[in-house]
Nanobody
Framework: QVQLVESGGGSVQAVGSLRLSCSAS????????MGWFRQAPGKDREFVAA????????YYADSVKGRFTISRDKDKNTVYLQMNSLKPEDTAAYFC???????????????????WGQGTQVSVSS
C-alpha cells in the first residue's frame, strides 16, 4: 500500500510558475515510477509527465515539454513538478500517481498506475 499526498497548487497569472510536490508513504520501496496527470472540468484525464524512480528517466506530454520538469528525491520519497511559463490551458486538478512496475502502460495509454493522490488545483489566469 502506498499513499500519495500532493501540495503546491494555487492560482497564478499566465507565464508564472508553480512547483507541485507529491509525498509518498507506505510501501514506497515497491514503486518503480511516479507520474503527474491533470484533469480539467469536462475533459478527460491527461498525462503530464512521468519519472523512473531508480534511474530518473523522464517522459513528458508534448503540451508541456520545455515548460514543465519532473524530478524526484529518493530520500524524501517525493516527486516534484516544476511548472514554468504557465498558460490558462494548464488550469486543472493535478494528480500524482505511482506505479509498482514500469511497463509500456506507464508512459503510454492507458497509463495504468496503481496508486493515486487526491489532487491539487492549479488555476492560471490570463
Amino acid at each position: 500500500q502506498v499513499q500519495l499526498v500532493e501540495s503546491g497548487g494555487g492560482s497564478v497569472q499566465a507565464v508564472g510558475s508553480l512547483r507541485l510536490s507529491c509525498s509518498a508513504s507506505g510501501r514506497t520501496f515497491s514503486v518503480e515510477a511516479m507520474g503527474w496527470f491533470r484533469q480539467a472540468p469536462g475533459k478527460d484525464r491527461e498525462f503530464v509527465a512521468a519519472i523512473g524512480w531508480s534511474g530518473g528517466a523522464t517522459y513528458y506530454a508534448d503540451s508541456v515539454k520545455g515548460r514543465f520538469t519532473i524530478s524526484r528525491d529518493k530520500d524524501k520519497n517525493t516527486v516534484y513538478l516544476q511548472m514554468n511559463s504557465l498558460k490558462p490551458e494548464d488550469t486543472a486538478a493535478y494528480f500524482c500517481a505511482a506505479d509498482r512496475v514500469i511497463t509500456t502502460k506507464t508512459i503510454s495509454p492507458p497509463y495504468e498506475y496503481d496508486y493515486w493522490g487526491q489532487g491539487t488545483q492549479v488555476s492560471v489566469s490570463s
